[in-house]
């Protein structure tokens, strides 16, 4: 068998919280190794703010044998724009969109000719029209904005990105592509931290592509070269000391049928010495309450790994994972982690990896093994190379130039996710 399952199914609730303890502290387990997540905290505001970014289609892969080249033809293209002045500034002001006339259209017509996003046309150089339109999409996507094709705050503050920064992005990517892309061959998983995209990739084709979130500006997901080694199903989640006092023992105070409600039982002890206690006997207003006990969520539907966790050694206790809370995906900005990466549709991720190591773990099988709600750690028979990087510029397959927000300001703190449109 290709895979190596682990013995045993863990139903019992002690058997499952020694067995995942003991297979968690061999890989590195610790506080600061997930966000919290409360499945409750979903509000209709944070839905109201998604936006909808268009996935990249391509079957190409966003790093490859092509990108040095085609990185340092672009270099040469925007050292060309710097030398001619680089490009005007487009006025703030109300949003543009098909159909109006504005006098600030000119501007924006003369800022996407700077960088071929738009071809000299004919007509009122003043009307919003439909080759305008198209152009401003094209311009969104390659800077992994909503292709509304509507000019707002966030695209015009894009468009006013000085030609300089740009530069300066594109030489520093420059220098992280050509150590990275030699790498990346065969069977493998990338993520940009930056573009908060993830993609699988295989003989270099895509065959898994989606959105992930990201660590915050103040709990950064590290870049990381390592292999997937096992799969967890149905995890258990051992709640860090930090956010259960933080965030957790407010809302216990608050209400006592919290904890029940998220699932979370209260645990004292390890190995043969694990019980679980009755929240109600607890004085929670104990300042050392901390040192006597801790939280366990068991599996299901509300925990905070969600049904899926893809592991991998490195130093950081950073891992991939499934979330109950699938709204901030639809977010242009995906940075809301405390440091491991959260993936939309992590279970085609997953059978990606489980099926290319074993025909019989087909997506049927993965869907199964999430629907039994049972704990399970399946070791893979080849690991799979996984590679965490930071790039917020290169050169698609089709010459085009991609730029990211630079999430955590290590490229001179282009960052329009702030705004809104």
């Known amino acids: 068998m290709a895979l190596l399952a682990a013995a045993t199914v863990w139903t019992g609730m002690f058997a499952g919280s020694h067995a995942h303890a003991q297979s968690q502290a061999a890989t590195g387990y610790g506080e600061g190794q997930t966000h919290w997540v409360d499945p409750w905290q979903a509000t209709a505001e944070v839905q109201a703010r998604e936006v909808e970014v268009a996935p990249r289609g391509s079957a190409q892969p966003a790093i490859g044998g092509h990108t040095a080249g085609l990185i340092a033809q672009s270099i040469q293209k925007y050292r060309e724009i710097a030398s001619w002045g680089g490009w005007g500034h487009v006025p703030a002001g109300e949003r543009l969109e098909l159909g109006v006339r504005d006098a ?35 311009f969104q996507r390659r800077n992994g904005l909503d292709p509304d094709g509507i000019v707002g705050r966030r695209t015009i503050a894009a468009m006013n990105v000085p030609v300089q920064t740009r530069l300066r992005q594109l030489e520093l990517n420059q220098r992280r592509i050509e150590a990275l892309a030699p790498k990346l061959d065969g069977r493998y998983i990338f993520v940009n931290i930056a573009g908060q995209e993830v993609e699988a990739v295989n003989n270099g084709r895509v065959e898994f592509h989606e959105r992930v979130i990201v660590g915050t500006q103040a709990r950064q997901t590290p870049e990381i070269t390592s292999k997937v080694t096992s799969i967890t199903f149905n995890p258990y989640w051992y709640v860090p000391k930090s956010i259960a006092m933080a965030d957790m023992l407010p809302k216990i105070r608050a209400n006592p049928d919290y904890l029940k409600r998220q699932g979370i039982r209260v645990m004292q002890g390890w190995a043969d010495n694990i019980r679980e206690l009755d929240p109600a006997t607890i004085d929670w207003s104990n300042p050392r309450i901390n040192e006597a006990y801790y939280l366990r969520q068991d599996p299901g539907p509300w925990n905070s ?27 242009q900005e995906r940075n809301f982690s405390s440091g491991c990466v959260r993936v939309q549709n992590v279970a085609g991720l997953v059978s990606w990896i489980m099926e290319g190591d074993s025909p019989e773990w087909d997506a049927a099988r993965v869907q199964s093994s999430v629907a039994s709600g049972h704990f399970r750690n399946v070791y893979l028979a080849s690991a799979v190379p996984i590679y965490l990087a930071y790039l917020t510029a290169w050169v698609d397959t089709d010459g085009v130039v991609q730029f990211r927000d630079d999430v955590y300001a290590r490229d001179g703190g282009v960052n329009t996710s702030a705004l809104s449109n």
């Open 305 to 331: 790994l969600g049904s899926l966790k893809i592991n991998f050694p490195n130093n950081d206790a950073i891992f991939l994972h499934d979330t109950p809370t699938q709204t901030l995906f639809g977010r």
């Open 104 to 138: 600030r259209v000119e501007k924006v017509r003369e800022r996407l000719m700077a960088t071929g996003d738009l071809s000299v046309s004919p007509g009122d150089p003043f009307l919003y029209d439909a080759g305008l339109e198209a152009a401003v999409k094209g």
